[in-house]
T-cell receptor
Framework: NAGVTQTPKFRILKIGQSMTLQCTQDMNHNYMYWYRQDPGMGLKLIYYSVGAGITDKGEVPNGYNVSRSTTEDFPLRLELAAPSQTSVYFC?????????????FGAGTRLSVL | DAKTTQPNSMESNEEEPVHLPCNHSTISGTDYIHWYRQLPSQGPEYVIHGLTSNVNNRMASLAIAEDRKSSTLILHRATLRDAAVYYCILNAGGTSYGKLTFGQGTILTVHP
């Protein structure tokens, strides 16, 4: 029962490097989300997607890009890594939106930019 | 977005009940109250949600005040595995994508 799978679990980047955080879900959910969590803080929404080919910005999109070519996958791209992007990144998915929406989260990717 | 207020931390003993409070005085009529928890080094995990009536599931109970300005998550018998950060979140539903706004939550410590 995989649910939401994120890779890698850990990564260290140098300033200016690029990387893609992978997220895949096997629940056939239309809605997918990327959050970041800084130490001691709650999660902040970076980007979300309501279906294949449709994405939109959340609260903190600067420095990130996303794409959604399939229902299952929602990768997050960092183009020019900066120390401010040191954080734990969580991907989530849900079956439908709205007030009853239950989101299922991956285990996270811990990223350090040095 | 309507805001929630939770205590920064709470402590409990194993096998005792835990009542985690949440204030949401600006809640609107269509906001659902959701609770998630985050175990150490893991992603958040859904616990329970409700609108007006009290709710029970296998993990916990949710007691909602009659005026809906506060709610309480009840863990009936705390275990060491329940040690986590608990987030009380208002889900407006009016948005098209079900955004969840996480505050800092309540850190629950369970003593053996």
């Amino acid at each position: 029962n995989a649910g939401v799978t994120q890779t890698p679990k850990f990564r260290i980047l140098k300033i200016g490097q690029s990387m893609t955080l992978q997220c895949t879900q096997d629940m056939n959910h239309n809605y997918m989300y990327w959050y970041r969590q800084d130490p001691g803080m709650g999660l902040k929404l970076i980007y979300y997607s309501v279906g294949a080919g449709i994405t939109d910005k959340g609260e903190v999109p600067n420095g990130y890009n996303v794409s959604r070519s399939t229902t299952e996958d929602f990768p997050l791209r960092l183009e020019l890594a900066a120390p401010s992007q040191t954080s734990v990144y969580f991907c989530a998915s849900s079956y439908f939106p709205g007030a009853k929406n239950i989101q299922y989260f991956g285990a996270g990717t811990r990223l350090s930019v040095l | 977005d309507a805001k929630t207020t939770q205590p920064n931390s709470m402590e409990s003993n194993e096998e005792e009940p835990v009542h985690l409070p949440c204030n949401h005085s600006t809640i609107s009529g269509t906001d659902y109250i959701h609770w998630y928890r985050q175990l150490p080094s893991q992603g958040p995990e859904y616990v329970i949600h409700g609108l007006t009536s009290n709710v029970n599931n296998r993990m916990a109970s949710l007691a909602i005040a009659e005026d809906r300005k506060s709610s309480t998550l009840i863990l009936h018998r705390a275990t060491l595995r329940d040690a986590a950060v608990y987030y009380c979140i208002l889900n407006a539903g009016g948005t098209s994508y079900g955004k969840l706004t996480f505050g800092q939550g309540t850190i629950l410590t369970v003593h053996p």
